[in-house]
């Protein structure tokens, strides 16, 4: 649909289907979490989405379209589309292409705004393009997530798997290859027209079967995490 849509009529006509409506954010995030006025400014984003839209699920932030004024050396303070200065490129990206160290900083607040009205409102975090960054740098963001966050991590990374992860917050372990992850991918059938595979649940001990237009190995990394979150999150 196109235009204006009318959240809560969405919300209700889910709810008879036993759906669950979560909310992709574009909202503008312009303040750092340090910033006095912060937790003012995201009340009247966050907080109102949830004040006049009570029947969300959660939202879900991603961090290309939610990037914020960060305070993290390795970006410069701006938004992706601001990345010339005078028509000469600056030689950083913008803090929603990197895992900067104060995301969950920022995070952190715009969970306490969307609580104070929907106490079990589900906040979703995640990012394609970081995989591609120092392994410190997504490692440091990891560890800085609140200890009652969730990560879902790449059994099949050596890096990550060799890591020894000082957070406390629950993990759950994803792989094309070892059975004795949380969810894995098994009988994975790879074509042009695009790719099948079965999904099992280690807790469950059950299995479903996924069949997908998107392409590539890759792609099963992909909808192996988005299942095991929305398994974790019922």
């Known amino acids: 649909p196109t ?3 009318d959240f809560n009529d969405l919300i209700g006509r889910a709810k008879r289907y036993g759906l669950d409506v979560y909310a992709y954010s574009k909202l503008l995030s312009d303040k750092h979490p340090d910033d006095p006025d912060a937790e003012e400014y995201y009340e009247g ?3 109102k989405l949830f004040r006049e839209c009570p029947g969300l699920k959660g939202v ?3 961090g290309e379209s ?3 004024p960060s305070n993290d050396p390795n970006v410069f303070k701006g938004h992706y589309y601001e990345r010339n200065k005078d028509g000469i490129p600056i030689n950083k990206p913008s803090p929603g292409w990197y895992p900067c160290e104060d995301y969950a900083q920022w995070l952190e607040l715009v969970k ?3 609580r104070k009205h929907n106490p079990e409102a589900d906040v979703v975090f995640w990012t394609y393009n970081w995989g591609s960054e120092k392994e410190e740098a997504r490692v440091k ?3 800085s997530l609140p200890s009652d966050g969730l990560a879902i991590l790449n059994k099949d990374d050596e890096y990550q798997t060799s890591y020894e992860l000082k957070n406390k917050c629950k993990v759950i372990w994803v792989s094309m290859k070892d059975k004795k992850a949380d969810v894995y991918a098994s009988d994975i059938k790879l074509s042009n027209k695009g790719t099948t595979f079965n999904i099992t649940f280690k807790d469950t001990k059950t299995t479903i079967e996924v069949e997908t237009k998107l392409l590539g190995s890759a792609n099963v990394y992909n909808v192996l995490q988005a ?3 929305s398994h974790e999150l019922g």
């Open 60 to 62: 879900t932030l991603v």
């Open 45 to 47: 984003t966050y907080g």
């Open 112 to 114: 306490n705004v969307v």
């Open 66 to 68: 939610v990037e914020f």
């Open 3 to 5: 235009g204006y849509l």
């Open 141 to 143: 963001l990891i560890e």
């Open 227 to 229: 299942v095991a979150l």
